[in-house]
């Protein structure tokens, strides 16, 4: 498996909660990925980063917000969770050496509010 | 912007046999990347194998082989040999400008 790594696996919390969601990995990838999966549904890309200092919005709008500041870590940010946000969370990352840009993912965050 | 359709929401295979997945895509662009990602129960996503779209020989990997069709916009995954450990969620994926558009998926399940 990749060297890429969640943080919590698991989180049930209550409405109008702040959480930080974890992500990072070990192999030096530029680009990371949040991602964001219904149960038995596909994935849907809410935010990227192709480096430091570099942030961007994906396709499905979220409320949540992100920051690189590191190249290994890549949080995910809900200011005030909403019954909305229960998810599963997926983080992944990719080199841009890589002729394929394969993308490598975590194990996902399983969150739920309540 | 591109659209990704696996039409099977659930398949079952008995260990040993073959099965074969169906995904077509939509999308103008001319050069890409394909995927078949592999979701197990409760474990993290992996990649089972990837085509580009301007080689026109199907990629394999050991007992997973691709039928591309791009004209047809047509990729569809084989699994040869089925084993209990094939039983997973299923992900067609479609790569331009390295951000991935997934299909919905499908369930595989390997009986005995």
């Known amino acids: 498996e990749a060297d890429i790594y969640q943080t919590p696996r698991y989180l049930v919390i209550g409405t109008g909660k702040k959480i930080t969601l974890e992500c990072s990995q070990t192999?030096?990838?530029?680009?990371m990925y949040w991602y964001q999966q219904d149960p038995g549904m596909e994935l849907h890309l809410i935010h990227y980063?192709?480096?430091?200092?570099?942030?961007e919005k994906g396709d499905l709008s979220s409320e949540s917000t992100v920051s690189r500041i590191r190249t290994e870590h890549f949080p995910l940010t809900l200011e005030s969770a909403r019954p909305s946000h229960t998810s599963q969370y997926l983080c992944?990352?990719?080199?841009?050496?890589?002729?394929?840009?394969?993308?490598?993912f975590g194990p996902g965050t399983r969150l739920t509010v309540l | 912007a591109q659209t990704v359709t696996q039409s099977q929401p659930e398949m079952s295979v008995q260990e040993a046999e073959t099965v074969t997945l169906s995904c077509t895509y939509d999308?103008?662009?001319?050069?890409?990347?394909l995927f078949w990602y592999k979701q197990p129960p409760s474990r993290q996503m992996i990649l089972v194998i990837r085509?580009?779209?301007?080689?026109?020989q199907n990629a394999t990997e050991n007992r997973f082989s691709v039928n591309f069709q791009k004209a047809a916009k047509s990729f569809s995954l084989k699994i040869s040999d089925s084993q209990l450990g094939d039983t997973a969620m299923y992900f067609c994926?479609?790569?331009?400008?390295?951000?991935?558009?997934f299909g919905t998926g499908t369930r595989l399940q390997v009986t005995l």
């Open positions: 992944a990352s990719s080199y841009r050496g890589s002729s394929y840009n394969e993308q490598f």
């Open positions: 192999m030096g990838h530029d680009k």
């Open positions: 980063s192709y480096g430091v200092n570099s942030t």
């Open positions: 999308t103008s662009e001319n050069n890409y990347y």
């Open positions: 085509q580009e779209a301007y080689k026109q």
């Open positions: 994926a479609f790569m331009k400008a390295s951000k991935l558009t």
